[in-house]
């Protein structure tokens, strides 16, 4: 099982995540934030990894630390549960609509972090979040599993249901991304033979 456990604690922020790529979709989420836990449960139950959250954070501050530390712990527990990445699909996919949204998520599990980021919101917050807070979350989430990561709202209005569709667009292109490829016979998807740097 690619399982892996990570504890992050700083002065703004303290995180422990596990996490199991060959899960289920089964989730317990706490992070203080009620939409933030949201949005990672539909992560968890749409990738169909399990996740288990709990964080506690400078929430009298505002909600960024948290927001982005818990990608961070995410991400890198992520790598950590892929290991050397052998045997991948390595590439994920997905269009999600979500009522009057449609978006589109691209994944490459390359050892190479990157994030394009094309999602435009019209309200500044959602419940107690700052729109402006997701896209540091998938930034974090990136930098921290090693993924190039686009995201794009292609059109939508609600901004409840734009960003829901970028956290499902994500978990969809992982579950796909992360799943062992019968045919690779354990080898590394590139033609390096590492993935990382370049590869």
């Not at 960024?64 to 990608?71: F, K, L, Q, V």
């Not at 599990?109 to 807070?133: C, I, N, Q």
């Not at 033609?191 to 590869?199: D, E, I, Y």
């Amino acid at each position: 099982m690619r399982q892996a456990a990570i504890e992050r604690d700083t002065k703004e922020t303290q995180i422990r995540v596990e996490l199991n790529l060959d899960g289920t979709g089964v989730y317990d989420v706490r992070t203080g934030v009620g939409f933030l836990d949201h949005m990672l449960e539909q992560l968890s139950r749409h990738s169909l990894i399990d996740l288990t959250l709990r964080g506690v954070g400078d929430l009298h501050v505002d909600h960024h630390h948290i927001t982005e530390d818990s990608g961070i712990v995410i991400g890198q527990a992520v790598a950590r549960a892929l290991g050397e990445r052998k045997g991948i699909t390595r590439y994920g996919q997905a269009l999600i609509p979500m009522d009057e949204t449609l978006t589109r998520v691209a994944l490459d599990l390359s050892g190479r972090p990157y994030l394009v980021w094309k999602v435009a919101f019209t309200r500044d917050k959602l419940g107690e979040m700052d729109t402006e807070l997701f896209r540091e979350w998938f930034q974090a989430f990136a930098q921290a599993a090693g993924a190039t990561l686009h995201v794009e709202t292609l059109y939508g209005e609600n901004n409840h249901h734009i960003v829901e569709s970028c956290f499902k667009g994500l978990a969809r292109a992982l579950r796909q991304a992360v799943e062992i490829d019968p045919r690779r016979g354990g080898d590394v998807p590139s033609t390096k033979g590492v993935l990382g740097g370049g590869a």
